[in-house]
């Protein structure tokens, strides 16, 4: 099979490698932390970098394995990823503080976490008061009681 890029494509695929490799786990100051799924196909892409006219997105450490560099790093992909971890800290937060209540509001009768319709609903309700609440507060009213419910 044979592909072929521009300059400007190649840098965005190895931003996108960039940004899945992180997701799985890979972090750019630390090659020990490359899922090995990726690996060989993650070294095969930023090998190639050089012959895409890439060279200042990648570069070779001592043992001769590649890793992006902090101008690949950094600036628009950074943005994304930070955006991504905001987004899915938020929406983790609400989706399981709103699951708690409403599995409290249910009692100890509920065993499972196949709600029906209404308790569905409700949820929606519970999510819905706690994304008002931290998009016009953020933190700031979370208090984490130690030890149980006070």
Request: net charge negative.
């Amino acid at each position: 099979m044979k592909v072929s890029f521009t300059t400007k494509e190649y840098a965005r695929l190895l931003e996108l490698a960039h940004m899945g490799l992180w997701m799985a786990g890979a972090r750019p100051d630390d090659p020990a932390t490359m899922p090995e799924r990726y690996a060989d196909v993650a070294q095969k892409m930023f090998g190639l970098a050089e012959s895409q006219g890439c060279a200042d997105l990648v570069e070779m450490d001592v043992n001769g394995q590649y890793f992006p560099t902090e101008k690949l790093t950094t600036g628009p992909v950074a943005e994304k990823i930070d955006r991504f971890v905001e987004d899915a800290f938020w929406g983790e937060l609400v989706a399981r503080l709103a699951e708690r209540d409403l599995l409290a509001e249910l009692g100890s009768t509920k065993l499972t976490r196949d709600f029906t319709a209404e308790e569905e609903e409700r949820l929606q309700e519970l999510e819905d008061t706690y994304w008002r609440e931290f998009e016009s507060k953020g933190v700031d009213h979370l208090v984490v009681l130690r030890g149980g419910k006070g």
